[in-house]
Every structure is written in structure tokens, then in C-alpha cells.
């Protein structure tokens, strides 16, 4: 009968812990998955608005900043209401060195969707030539 009451004690004492155990991980779960869903949420009005803040008019524009050494004038070209593909029509009297490390600032463009990025460092004055091009032509096509 001793024996009966142990093994009795064990069982509950193992209902138990698997109680709390799975009450606790099955709160954890439950907890990320109403905060994914909160941020799933923002990152769709975000996308959203997004899209409708970018959206040009489909063609290609031309546009001129002031480089380190003169003029950069520059091609956007608009598609599907966004930039595929930005052409850097001259750039004269431009540094080579500084005009390479400058262009990085494309892919910064391109990836935004917008003119509105930061500089590139080492290169501050062709990258804000490059930049100032791409507003001027963008500005064309809203």
C-alpha cells in the first residue's frame, strides 16, 4: 500500500510539473505570436505607405548636381512607378578616385527608392553631386 502512495505521488508530482512546463513555453508562444503579428502589421502599413510615397511617373529624366570638380549630370530611369536604373551621363572634371567611391551612393539610392540617403565618406562632394542630379531629375517625374 506504501508503495501504491509513492508511485501515486510521482504521477501527480509529473502532471504537475508538465502543467507549469507547458504553461509556461504555451504563454512564451502565445506572447510571439500576437508581437509577430503586431510587427507583421507595421511592416505591411509601412510597405504601404511606402509605395504610395514613391510612385513616379514611368520615363526617363535628366538632372544636374554639383560635383567636386563640375557638373554630374545624370538619367533616372522610372518604371512601374519606381527607379530601375539611374545612368550617370557625365561627370566631367570629377576625380576618378573620388567619382568611384561616389557612385556606391546608386545602390544606396535604388535600395531607398529615393534620393534622401546620407553621403559617401571620403567622397562627400561628388556623392552630393551624384545626389543632387538624382533630386533634380525625380522632381521631374512626381
Not at 9 to 27: A, D, E, K, T
Amino acid at each position: 500500500m506504501k508503495s501504491f502512495f509513492i508511485k501515486l505521488s510521482n504521477l501527480i508530482l509529473v502532471v504537475v510539473i508538465l502543467l507549469v512546463y507547458n504553461n509556461i513555453v504555451g504563454g512564451y508562444y502565445a506572447n510571439y505570436e500576437v508581437k509577430a503579428a503586431k510587427i507583421k502589421a507595421k511592416i505591411e502599413a509601412i510597405e504601404k505607405e511606402n509605395s504610395s510615397k514613391s510612385s513616379y511617373t514611368d520615363g526617363n529624366y535628366q538632372g544636374k548636381g554639383s560635383g567636386f570638380g563640375g557638373d554630374i549630370v545624370v538619367e533616372v530611369v522610372i518604371k512601374k512607378g519606381k527607379i530601375s536604373k539611374i545612368n550617370v551621363l557625365s561627370h566631367d572634371n570629377e576625380d576618378d578616385a573620388y567619382y568611384n567611391m561616389a557612385s556606391d551612393v546608386i545602390s544606396d539610392i535604388y535600395e531607398a527608392q529615393s534620393a534622401d540617403v546620407d553621403t559617401i565618406s571620403g567622397a562627400t562632394f561628388s556623392s552630393t553631386g551624384i545626389i543632387e542630379a538624382t533630386k533634380d531629375a525625380l522632381s521631374k517625374a512626381v
